[in-house]
C-alpha cells in the first residue's frame, strides 16, 4: 500500500512538473495607447504569450463616450498605416477587448505594426487610439 501511494505521489508530481514546463514563462508586455483626433480614448494594451505563434491581445480603455470600437494590427505605423489590417481584433466593447492572434509575441514586438482603434463601425477613417508595438 505504501508503494503504490509513493508512486501515486511521484506520477503526481512529474505531471505537475510538465505542465509547469509547458506554460510559457514570457511576462506580458503592456504598452499605453496614444490618444488621436481628440477622441479622449485613453487606455492600454496588453500582449501575452501563449506559446509558439499565438498571442493574446487585451486592450483595456477608457472609451470616452465610443461604446463599440473596430480594432485592428496593421502593418505600419501610428503616424503611417497600411490600411489593410494584418491582424482583426476583437471589437472594444464597453473599453474592453480580448483576442488570440496567430502570431508569436516576438513576432509582433518585432517592429513595423500597430495597433489601432476606431471610432465605429460607421467612422472607420476616424481613429481613435493607437500604439506602435515595440
Not at 516576438?106 to 515595440?134: F, I, K, P, Q, W
Request: charged share 15%; net charge negative.
Amino acid at each position: 500500500m505504501k508503494q503504490l501511494l509513493f508512486v501515486l505521489a511521484t506520477t503526481a508530481l512529474l505531471v505537475s512538473v510538465a505542465a509547469c514546463a509547458a506554460q510559457p514563462s514570457v511576462t506580458p508586455t503592456s504598452l499605453t495607447l496614444e490618444t488621436l483626433n481628440g477622441s479622449g480614448v485613453t487606455g492600454s494594451v496588453t500582449l501575452t504569450s501563449l506559446g509558439e505563434a499565438r498571442t493574446r491581445v487585451e486592450v483595456q480603455v477608457d472609451p470616452a463616450g465610443h461604446p463599440d470600437m473596430p480594432a485592428h494590427i496593421h502593418p505600419g505605423t501610428c503616424a503611417e498605416l497600411v490600411p489593410q489590417p494584418r491582424y482583426p481584433l476583437a471589437s472594444v466593447v464597453d473599453g474592453r477587448s480580448t483576442t488570440e492572434v496567430a502570431a508569436s509575441l516576438e513576432e509582433l514586438l518585432a517592429g513595423d505594426v500597430a495597433l489601432n482603434l476606431h471610432a465605429s463601425n460607421e467612422e472607420m477613417e476616424l481613429y481613435t487610439a493607437c500604439v506602435n508595438l515595440r
